[in-house]
């Protein structure tokens, strides 16, 4: 058997859709498991050791989708499978030539249009997003549950240069950037957590960045008064080797936080206009802090309302939830 597997970004989205291309292995272990996703998240998919081989989308132009369907229809594939739920990822499931297309349900789906390209569908209401995908394989035969995140060691110079500046220290890893606005807990806080986390748990807080979020950044390691170190420019590899090698990882609802997850670093995490129950941590261990029960607009970029939701959340109440995931200890297979 053939099998595409659509999915194509955000960076948080890929890592929920990774135990679905793990249990499809687990189904069948002789299958031919492509991938494909947009360029900008090529290298988180190509750790994932149960695919083989990663097709890739080089932009939006006429070009570049004519490349990858050509590509694509090369594999005669029996099954592609469209975790997205948008109208192009369902064209592209569709031109892979696929014998059947399988998605969501209408109403599970981001773009109702892209229902018409389907020829079977799933239910995913109500599930958080792992499951959701998961769900998407009963239409193949498949009931797992299993929740495994397969993906292959990596090196990294920025990990080796941290490690030789901090020597043995233990490391925190904080994580203030988000590409939604309304997901950003404010710099001074992420601060003063720095701080504390030094001083009560003897933690080197180490605060990543991403494309324009270094000045972000900074202005945390400034709030920290010295406790937090800037790190170096990371890719997304360098990220996975940071989670695995980090004691704990601090951010919001964003893809660096479900890296950590997926390789079981210890998280605490702050969800405001998302819900926990649908993207937050997969683990029972990690600790999340939530007012998305109390966002006057959630699923919003940014916020509308008189007063922030995530600006409920003090710093007491990052720092509990903190040693209560450093009490529980390590989860990690």
């Known amino acids: ?39 900008p998240h090529r290298d988180i998919v190509e750790l994932v050791t149960t695919l083989d081989r990663v097709v890739v989308l080089r932009g939006g132009t006429l070009p570049a989708w004519a490349s990858a369907r ?36 209408r109403r599970d789906l981001r773009e109702k249009t892209a229902r018409f390209f389907y020829t079977a569908s799933a239910n995913g209401e109500g599930a958080h997003a792992i499951l959701k995908n998961l ?19 990596v090196e990294s110079a920025a990990l080796s240069a941290l490690r030789s500046t901090l020597g043995g220290s233990r490391v925190a890893l904080i994580n203030p950037g988000a590409a939604w606005p309304n997901k950003r807990w404010p710099a001074g806080r992420f601060g003063q957590l720095a701080a504390s986390i030094r001083e009560r748990h003897a933690l080197v807080p180490v605060v990543l960045w991403g494309p324009g979020e270094e000045e972000l950044a900074a202005a945390v390691v400034a709030a920290s008064g010295g406790a937090a170190v800037l790190a170096p420019p990371t890719s997304v590899r360098d990220l996975v080797a ?38 937050g941590p997969w683990s029972s261990s990690d600790v999340f802090v939530s007012r998305a029960d109390r966002c006057g607009c959630p699923i919003e970029r940014s916020c509308r309302q008189a007063r922030w939701c995530l600006e409920e959340i003090t710093v007491a109440d990052v720092d509990a939830a903190v040693q209560r995931r450093l009490a529980v200890g390590e989860t990690r297979g």
Not at 12 to 19: K, L, S
Not at 135 to 153: A, K, M, V
């Open 1 to 39: 058997m053939n099998i595409l597997i659509v999915r194509l970004g955000s960076l948080g989205d890929v890592i929920h859709a990774i135990p679905a291309a793990a249990a499809l292995r687990r189904a069948f272990a002789t299958a031919r498991i492509d991938w494909l996703v947009d360029a």
């Open 70 to 105: 050509r590509e694509l229809r090369a594999a005669r594939y029996d099954v592609a499978l469209d975790f997205q739920g948008l109208l192009k990822s369902a064209v592209l499931a569709r031109a892979s030539g696929a014998a059947r297309v399988v998605g969501f349900t």
């Open 135 to 153: 769900r998407l394989l009963q239409t193949l035969g498949i009931e797992d549950d299993g929740i495994e995140f397969p993906l292959r060691p």
């Open 242 to 279: 940071f989670c695995r090698a980090a004691d704990l990882f601090v951010a919001g609802d964003t893809g660096p936080l479900h890296v950590a997850t997926a390789v079981g670093t210890p998280t605490v995490s702050l969800y405001g206009p998302t819900d926990p129950a649908r993207n």
